[in-house]
């Protein structure tokens, strides 16, 4: 399993907002110029942090982003199903898809979702906290 490229630096730019001062306004060139991800990958990212609720945001002068709850609360599953949805090692576990040819033969289908419970629940495991300052859990 790989996480895809913008999940990765979704988690780069989460933990540059939780390192940030509380109650600080972040703008996306701000954090493109602390984590080196390029601007208009942090923008595209920071609206869709904002837009499952990891972050909030604000317009106008004054205005940008900030975490919209505590980094302890917001775990790393939580950061990658926002930006690539569901975790879903097989198309078997994803919801209502059935688009596998050996879908009803299948003797390691009822498996996958213990499997998928297991790796959901690591990464579930690991807080944001964590992640922005360096502590292993």
């Known amino acids: 399993m790989r996480l895809t490229s913008l999940a990765d630096y979704a988690v780069v730019v989460m933990s540059a907002a939780a390192r940030a001062e509380p109650g600080t306004r972040l703008s996306a060139a701000l954090v493109a110029e602390q984590t080196g991800v390029?601007?208009?990958?942090?923008?595209k990212l920071m609206g869709r942090?904002?837009?499952s609720g990891l972050l909030g945001s604000a317009r106008g002068s004054g205005g940008g982003f900030v975490l919209a709850r505590a980094a302890d609360s917001i775990s790393l599953a939580d950061i990658v199903e926002a930006v690539d949805g569901p975790i879903a090692m097989t198309a078997c576990?994803?919801?209502?898809?059935?688009d596998c040819g050996l879908e009803t033969g299948c003797r390691v289908r009822s498996h996958w979702p213990a499997v998928n419970g297991a790796i959901r629940g690591a990464l579930a495991g690991v807080s944001l906290e964590s992640l922005a300052h360096g502590v292993v859990q």
């Not at 390029?38 to 923008?43: A, D, K, R, W």
């Not at 576990?93 to 059935?98: K, M, N």
Request: charged share 15%; aromatic share 0%.
């Open 49 to 51: 942090l904002a837009q």
């Open 38 to 43: 390029p601007l208009p990958t942090v923008q």
């Open 93 to 98: 576990v994803d919801q209502g898809r059935h």
